[in-house]
Structure formats: structure tokens, C-alpha cells
């Protein structure tokens, strides 16, 4: 269900980033396209601006005056000041390179309407111009047109005024370009940004897909580790309450009878409950220590004091206090080591309690004939020691569950099941490496290793 869940949230992710993308990227089209087209016109209406100074207003007016109408076109294209003004527009319009017309534009007072006049094209005289928008009003002042559509499609404009030598607006100078003109300039560069706006995008939306599955990853191991520490609490739970009811129940049953029977209980038979019940408090109190112990090293309560000793002589020290339950069980332990070893550098006391756990249970699954050894050995930097014996051995099924807490093997069936656990708190507090050997039948094999 929560795999659901955190499909379903990078999938969602996935749509928002490419909605996202979708929208900048038209955004950002149509706004880079207003940008240009704003330019293009700024540019046109500079070029107008130029060229309609150059003009003389009266020039222009004479020549609509001796030429009234576009029959007459073949007549003025020979005319002195037709060439000028015609020569002036053509040689701006090759300079600036403007790929489409230029014309100027007069209006007729006695019809009211606008007349194309002299024009880059030299084909065009007094045509009658029906859709210019917007010309009675940019006629006297001038301005950009912007992109409009006329007869042969959308194209952008900007006009000038043409004055005469008393300042009146004659006409206008307009300067045209097609949209399919304009846009093919434009859009390589347009393009070029957008591609590189959705490189921007596609690193920032793949880094925030990334980290928000990072962030469900990490839900989902916060999650499961929720459960297994409810898991682990009720276990837990379980397990102390099943080691503490047997002595207690002992001690309990125990000190009933001697309250019941205390007057028909002979002095022996009381001494034995009370040795009986002293061994469960023995128990208890061992149970608790444990605990107590484990619980101070994951917590991280208890600190390293580190110091400088000889390994081999802690192991011979360790040894001398197994030797007497080894011997009961007819089980020999031995150390295996040079004369001379270097002194490692860790937390005496820990160590001392690491190689204890390990002897005790190495002596708890041997039998008689078998043997315990405690190797001792230098490998570069580092001194490892090991405590092998010829026991039982250990399940290939029980290997990774040996340092769990409370776990105790199908086979086990003495003690707390925690004195792994806190060989593995002991050893990862000293940042040391360890590992497990066994096989059922021929032994096992614990090693470790310490700094130098």
C-alpha cells in the first residue's frame, strides 16, 4: 500500500513538471516572440525616422500635384525628384537590409483617402491603399503599426512623418516587413533559448523528481523502521517478561511454601529454597545487567576510554576465569599468538567484555573433547582476534540473525540471548570490523579486529 502511495506522489510529480515545462516553455515562446517583434518594429520605425528627414515634403506634394494619378506612373519614374526620393529609399532599404517594401503615403484632402506614392517596388504610384489600419491616426505624429494584415498577409510596419518647409505633415514614409520575413530571422534565436530554457528545466525537474523520491525513500525506511521498533518493543516485551517469569516464579513459589509450611520445614529443606531462590535473584540480577548494559551502548550513554594495552595478555586473563567450567565440560581452551604483539589502542573494559561473551558462549555449545582457541594475529594496520572452537556449530539460517537482540538459536535453549548484541554495540562503537564462520557439526569462528 505505501508502494501505491509513493507511485502514485512521483507520478503526480512527473505530470506537475511536465505541465510546468509545457506551460513556461509556451510562455516563454510568445513572450521571447513579443520581445523580437517589439525590436523589429523599434527598428523600422528608427529606419522611417531616417529616411523621411531626408525627404522634402514639397518635392513630394509637387509631384503628386503634376502627377494626379497612376496612369501617369511611366511619366514620373523620369522625373528628377521621383529618382532622388526613389534613390534615397532604395539605398536605405539595401543598407539596413530590409527585405520588404518601403513607401511613402499621402492623403488626398478632397477624397480623404490614402495613396501609396513612391515605393522601393518603382511599379506603384497613387495606389489607393483600403487596408492600412490605424493611419488617421499615426498620419501626422507617426509610430509603430505593429503586425497587422493586409493583402498579402501579416507583416509589421512603422511610418514617419514627410514635412514640408513650414513643418505640415505632406505624408508618410512607411516601412513594412512581412511576419514570415521577421519570424525566420527570429525564431532560430528564439528556438536556441527555449531549448536552452527546457535544459534548465529538465535539470531542475529531474533533481526535484530525485529529491522527492529521495524524500518517499526516506518516509518509507522511517515507516519501516517504525515497525520494526514497535515490532522489536513488543518482542522485546515478550522476551524479558518470558526470562523474567521463570525466577521470579521461582523465588515466588519458593518463599510461598516457606511462608505456608514454616513450621513443618526442616532446617535443610529450607536452606535449599533459599539457595534455589538465590539462584533465581542470581539470575534476575544477571538478566537485568544485561539489559541495563545493551541499553547504555546503543544509546551511545556509554563513551570509549581508550587506552593503550596488550591484547594477548587480556585473552590469557579472560581465559583463567573460563578454565574451571571448561574443565567440568572436559573442554580445553588455548591461546594462539606470536610471543611479541603490538598494543592496540581501544576500551579495556569493553574488549575484556567482548572476549568474555564470545568464551562463554563457545563454552556453552562445546562438549567433552572439544576445543576453544583464542587467535591472536597482526594484518597490517590492525591486530584480529578470534575465538574458534570445535562445537556444534551454527545453522547457515541462524548466521545473520546472531547479533539480534534476544535471539537465540533454534538450538539454543540457555541463556539471555544478549550477549552478541552487545558484542556487536561493543564492536561498532569501536568502528571495528567482525564477522561469523561456522558450519554445523565442525565449529564456529568469531573475529574481530582493533586499531593499532
Known amino acids: 500500500m505505501k508502494t501505491n502511495s509513493s507511485n502514485r506522489v512521483l507520478?503526480?510529480?512527473?505530470?506537475?513538471?511536465?505541465?510546468?515545462?509545457?506551460?513556461?516553455?509556451?510562455?516563454?515562446?510568445?513572450?521571447?516572440?513579443?520581445?523580437?517583434?517589439?525590436?523589429?518594429?523599434?527598428?523600422?520605425?528608427?529606419?522611417?525616422?531616417?529616411?523621411?528627414?531626408?525627404?522634402?515634403?514639397?518635392?513630394?506634394?509637387n509631384l503628386i500635384e503634376r502627377y494626379p494619378s497612376s496612369e501617369l506612373i511611366d511619366s514620373v519614374k523620369t522625373d528628377s525628384t521621383y529618382r532622388v526620393i526613389f534613390d534615397q529609399?532604395?539605398?536605405?532599404?539595401?543598407?539596413?537590409?530590409?527585405?520588404?517594401?518601403?513607401?511613402?503615403?499621402?492623403?488626398?484632402?478632397?477624397?480623404?483617402?490614402?495613396?501609396?506614392?513612391?515605393?522601393?517596388?518603382?511599379?506603384?504610384?497613387?495606389?489607393?491603399?483600403?487596408n492600412?489600419?490605424?493611419?488617421?491616426?499615426?498620419?501626422?505624429?507617426?509610430?509603430?503599426?505593429?503586425?497587422?494584415?493586409?493583402?498579402?498577409?501579416?507583416?509589421?510596419?512603422?511610418?514617419?512623418?514627410?514635412?514640408?518647409?513650414?513643418?505640415?505633415?505632406?505624408g508618410v514614409l512607411q516601412v513594412e516587413e512581412t511576419f514570415d520575413s521577421f519570424f525566420a530571422k527570429a525564431k532560430d534565436q528564439i528556438y536556441r533559448n527555449i531549448a536552452i530554457m527546457l535544459v534548465f528545466i529538465f535539470i531542475i525537474g529531474t533533481l526535484m523528481f530525485f529529491s522527492v523520491k529521495s524524500i518517499l525513500k526516506q518516509q518509507d525506511k522511517l515507516q519501516r523502521q517504525k515497525q520494526e521498533l514497535e515490532q522489536f518493543r513488543q518482542e522485546l516485551l515478550a522476551n524479558?517478561?518470558?526470562?523474567?517469569?521463570?525466577?521470579?516464579?521461582?523465588?515466588?513459589?519458593?518463599?510461598?511454601?516457606?511462608i505456608m509450611k514454616k513450621d513443618s520445614l526442616d532446617e535443610q529443606t529450607r536452606q535449599e529454597y533459599l539457595q534455589s531462590s538465590l539462584q533465581s535473584t542470581a539470575k534476575l540480577k544477571y538478566l537485568v545487567d544485561e539489559l541495563f548494559e545493551l541499553s547504555r551502548l546503543e544509546?551511545?550513554?556509554?563513551?570509549?576510554?581508550?587506552?593503550?594495552?596488550?591484547?594477548?595478555?587480556?585473552?590469557?586473563?579472560?581465559?583463567?576465569?573460563?578454565?574451571?567450567?571448561?574443565?567440568?565440560?572436559?573442554?580445553?581452551?588455548?591461546?594462539?599468538?606470536?610471543?611479541?604483539?603490538?598494543?592496540?589502542?581501544?576500551?579495556?573494559?569493553?574488549?575484556?567484555?567482548?572476549?568474555?561473551?564470545?568464551?562463554?558462549?563457545?563454552?556453552?555449545?562445546?562438549?567433552?573433547?572439544?576445543?576453544?582457541?583464542?587467535?591472536?594475529?597482526?594484518?597490517?594496520?590492525?591486530?584480529?582476534?578470534?575465538?574458534?572452537?570445535?562445537?556444534?556449530g551454527i545453522p547457515e539460517a541462524d548466521i545473520p540473525h546472531l547479533f539480534e537482540r534476544f535471539y537465540k538459536g533454534k538450538t539454543a535453549q540457555q541463556g539471555t540471548g544478549l550477549g552478541l548484541a552487545i558484542v556487536k554495540s561493543i564492536l561498532d562503537l569501536h568502528h571495528s570490523e567482525y564477522f561469523v564462520k561456522s558450519k554445523v557439526g565442525e565449529g564456529t569462528t568469531f573475529r574481530f579486529s582493533l586499531n593499532i
Open 11 to 61: 507520478t503526480y510529480t512527473m505530470i506537475a513538471i511536465i505541465l510546468i515545462a509545457s506551460y513556461i516553455t509556451v510562455n516563454s515562446y510568445q513572450t521571447q516572440l513579443a520581445i523580437y517583434q517589439e525590436k523589429e518594429l523599434f527598428k523600422l520605425d528608427c529606419i522611417a525616422n531616417a529616411v523621411a528627414y531626408k525627404i522634402s515634403g514639397s518635392e513630394h506634394m
Open 132 to 170: 492600412r489600419p490605424g493611419m488617421d491616426s499615426i498620419y501626422k505624429k507617426g509610430g509603430m503599426i505593429g503586425l497587422y494584415e493586409s493583402e498579402d498577409g501579416k507583416r509589421l510596419g512603422a511610418v514617419s512623418p514627410v514635412m514640408n518647409e513650414k513643418g505640415e505633415t505632406v
Open 299 to 392: 544509546s551511545k550513554e556509554r563513551k570509549l576510554e581508550l587506552e593503550s594495552f596488550c591484547v594477548r595478555e587480556l585473552a590469557y586473563d579472560v581465559i583463567n576465569n573460563f578454565k574451571l567450567a571448561a574443565q567440568e565440560k572436559g573442554v580445553n581452551i588455548k591461546v594462539d599468538s606470536e610471543d611479541t604483539m603490538p598494543r592496540v589502542n581501544a576500551d579495556l573494559a569493553l574488549i575484556d567484555r567482548t572476549i568474555q561473551n564470545l568464551l562463554s558462549n563457545a563454552v556453552k555449545f562445546c562438549k567433552s573433547g572439544d576445543q576453544i582457541t583464542v587467535g591472536i594475529k597482526k594484518e597490517g594496520e590492525k591486530v584480529w582476534v578470534s575465538v574458534s572452537d570445535t562445537g556444534a
Open 240 to 258: 524479558i517478561s518470558h526470562d523474567l517469569r521463570t525466577p521470579l516464579a521461582g523465588i515466588h513459589g519458593y518463599l510461598e511454601t516457606m
Open 89 to 130: 529609399m532604395t539605398m536605405a532599404k539595401v543598407m539596413t537590409k530590409v527585405p520588404s517594401e518601403m513607401f511613402t503615403v499621402v492623403r488626398k484632402p478632397e477624397t480623404g483617402k490614402f495613396y501609396q506614392a513612391i515605393s522601393t517596388d518603382d511599379t506603384r504610384w497613387l495606389l489607393e491603399l483600403n
